[in-house]
């Protein structure tokens, strides 16, 4: 039996591994597609203490993989589909019909940013288009940027753009915004900041990068074009936790709910980075998590929990 299950190899699992490791814990990293997670299709990354960079994520990732493979953690690519507990650990199912036991379970299988589904959205990924206004916000400096979404997540990273760009349009499928009434008077009181109410993104436009939108109204289906230099979407997170997770998850978004030692309602069965409930999704804070999941973890296999 594996002492240490990883399932996710992003920043919080491999930092996990990385921390087990050093434990001298025997672990292995199951990652469903390749290594990195989302970080990987960030274009750069100034934002991780100690790496001043810039830095492309995936350059960035290739450390962390360089790190993990010195430390001799195998990785094993396929999608967990299951986690079951048993009297003396965890049993772990996978996709290719496969089975591992394991005695403690790190889950760090990520989020991914919902996407549009406009046309084009693929291409201009890391190319004008970008899930996180914190890393990328200042690659767009004086320049005149989208924000898609009404949430809280699209009116908190417009208003962090707004101290960086030119001018944000939000905008938004509704004439109603969802974030909190704090954050919308914020909003509404910015001067660079206009709305585009009861609007919809058909498709993104460019040679090699975001040059404009097509929008079309909800009200009316009128169709105008946006000049623009970027856009930063904000429609909502997706957690990779539904499908195969027994730990409890909090009722409105999915997300795994655990104590500040990232230990879940499950005995041995540990969370980190974006799957997890958390104020902040951002490397330094999946890195941490992975940490302390793999501290919490080693604390857990020595019988001292
Ligand atoms: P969210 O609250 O689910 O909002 C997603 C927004 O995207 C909504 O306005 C929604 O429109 C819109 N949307 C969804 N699918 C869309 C689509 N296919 N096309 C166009 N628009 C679409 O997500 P979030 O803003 O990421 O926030 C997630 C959670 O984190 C929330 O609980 C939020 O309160 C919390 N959060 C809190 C803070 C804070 O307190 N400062 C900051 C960030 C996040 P509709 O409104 O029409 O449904």
């Known amino acids: 039996m594996l002492q240490l299950a990883i399932i996710g190899g992003g920043v ?24 990195g997670g989302q970080i990987v299709v960030s274009a750069n990354v100034e934002n991780y203490p100690g790496v001043p960079g810039p830095i492309s994520g995936f350059d960035l990732i290739q450390n962390f993989e360089k790190q993990v493979k010195n430390l001799n953690i195998p990785t094993e690519y396929k999608q967990c589909v299951n986690i079951q507990k048993n009297s003396e650990g965890k049993i772990l199912s996978f996709d290719d019909g496969s089975r591992v036991e394991a005695k403690a379970v790190i889950i760090a299988t990520g ?8 046309k084009n959205e693929a291409k201009f990924i890391g190319r004008g288009i970008s899930f996180c206004a914190t890393c990328d916000g200042f690659f767009f400096k004086g320049k005149n940027v989208a924000v898609v979404g009404g949430g809280d997540s699209a009116i908190d990273e417009a208003l962090f753009l707004s101290k960086i760009v030119n ?52 009200k009316d289906g009128s169709v105008s074009e946006l000049k623009i230099d970027g856009v930063f979407i904000y429609i ?30 499950i005995e041995g069965i540990f969370v980190a980075g974006d799957v997890r409930l958390s104020p902040l999704k951002q490397l330094i804070t999946a890195a941490a998590d992975g940490a302390i999941a793999a501290d919490s973890a080693n604390r857990y296999l020595m019988g001292l929990e």
């Not at 997706?238 to 999915?254: E, N, R, T, W, Y």
Request: aromatic share 8%; glycine share 4%; with cysteine.
């Open 12 to 35: 919080a699992g491999l930092s996990a591994a990385i921390y087990a490791a050093r434990y001298g814990i025997e672990c292995k990293i199951f990652e469903q597609k390749s290594i």
């Open 111 to 118: 989020a991914s940013p919902r996407r549009l589904n406009a």
């Open 167 to 218: 001018k944000i349009y939000i905008i938004h499928r509704r004439d109603q915004l969802r974030a909190s009434k704090i954050l919308q008077e914020k909003a509404f009181s910015t001067t660079n900041i206009e709305f585009l109410w009861s609007t919809v993104v058909e498709s993104v436009n460019g040679d090699n990068k975001v040059e404009s939108l097509t929008l079309k109204s909800t």
């Open 236 to 265: 909502g997170l997706i957690p990779a936790s539904k499908d195969f997770c027994p730990p409890v998850l909090d009722d409105k978004q999915g997300y795994i709910i655990s104590d500040s030692k990232m230990a879940t309602n």
